[in-house]
């Protein structure tokens, strides 16, 4: 047990470390390339989509996991209330998209569809496991499937911002220029990228394994 409690922190402590990494890669790009304000849509949109979907997503479904010393009802708290953090803050993001640079890719129709799973996703589990809640043998039987349904809607995550910062690595020269500023930030972006594939990957996996299985 012992062996498995540090490999279960050494997975989250490693996926910590990626997830910050290629977050900073990113703020440290938008912010060379025109800054992260209002007027700046598309940086605001990239910036609020990492932080919510992404890091703070992954940090909410962990948490069970991570924090077996702390008791369940106020660890369902936390994952509750970092999920809704998540959700207003890629609101945010969508809505300033939307509002100064809409436009219609594949990018943009599978996060659409996966930011709508994830709030039916928050919606159901508030009214099923937190207020007013189901029956216990209900919500037992439901658990595993939320837990799933979380991993692939997470996964589904992961596939949308690698595809998204793709875009913005393809043509960051444009977007930067746009914004005023003659830089090229690809490279830092396709690590970014990378950065962000094993964070997803390093998070499901410490969901998904049973060994890791809160008790």
Same mark, same amino acid.
């Not at 062996?3 to 490693?14: D, L, P």
């Not at 979907?53 to 010393?69: H, K, P």
């Not at 690595?169 to 830092?188: H, M, Q, V």
């Given at each position: 047990?012992? /062996?498995?409690?540090?490999?279960?922190?050494?997975?989250? $402590?490693?996926? %910590?470390?990626?997830?910050?990494?290629?977050?900073?890669?990113?703020?440290?790009?938008?912010?060379?390339?025109?800054?992260?304000?209002?007027?700046?849509?598309?940086?605001?949109?990239?910036?609020?989509?990492? &932080?919510?979907?992404?890091? =703070? %997503?992954?940090?909410?479904?962990?948490?069970?996991?991570?924090?077996? &010393?702390?008791?369940? +009802?106020?660890?369902?708290?936390?994952?509750?209330?970092?999920?809704? /953090?998540?959700?207003?803050?890629?609101?945010? $993001? @969508?809505?300033?998209?939307?509002?100064?640079?809409?436009?219609?890719?594949?990018?943009?129709? @599978? /996060?659409? @569809? +996966?930011?709508?799973?994830?709030?039916? %996703?928050?919606?159901?589990?508030?009214?099923?496991?937190?207020?007013?809640? =189901?029956?216990? #043998?209900?919500? !037992?039987?439901?658990?595993?499937?939320?837990?799933?349904?979380? !991993?692939?809607?997470?996964? =589904?995550?992961?596939? +949308?911002?690698?595809? /998204?910062?793709?875009?913005?690595?393809?043509?960051?020269?444009?977007?930067?220029?746009?914004?005023?500023?003659?830089? #090229?930030?690809? #490279?830092?972006? @396709?690590?970014?990228?990378?950065? +962000?594939?094993?964070?997803?990957? =390093?998070?499901?996996?410490?969901?998904?394994?049973?060994?890791?299985?809160?008790?």
């Amino acid at each position: 047990m012992e /062996g498995t409690a540090i490999a279960k922190y050494v997975i989250f $402590g490693f996926a %910590q470390c990626c997830g910050l990494t290629a977050f900073f890669i990113i703020i440290a790009v938008l912010s060379n390339c025109g800054s992260i304000d209002w007027s700046r849509s598309l940086n605001v949109h990239a910036f609020c989509m990492f &932080f919510g979907m992404v890091y =703070l %997503q992954g940090m909410a479904i962990s948490s069970f996991r991570v924090l077996t &010393f702390v008791d369940r +009802t106020i660890v369902k708290l936390i994952h509750v209330a970092v999920n809704a /953090g998540a959700l207003i803050v890629t609101l945010v $993001g @969508i809505i300033a998209i939307l509002s100064n640079r809409p436009t219609f890719s594949l990018h943009g129709v @599978i /996060g659409m @569809i +996966t930011f709508l799973l994830f709030a039916i %996703q928050w919606f159901s589990g508030f009214f099923s496991f937190l207020y007013p809640k =189901l029956e216990q #043998d209900t919500r !037992a039987a439901m658990i595993p499937y939320h837990r799933a349904g979380g !991993a692939v809607i997470f996964g =589904l995550t992961i596939v +949308t911002a690698v595809v /998204g910062i793709h875009g913005y690595a393809t043509f960051s020269k444009l977007i930067c220029f746009s914004y005023g500023r003659a830089s #090229d930030y690809s #490279d830092e972006m @396709i690590a970014a990228g990378v950065f +962000t594939l094993v964070y997803g990957l =390093l998070s499901v996996i410490l969901v998904q394994a049973k060994v890791f299985k809160r008790s």
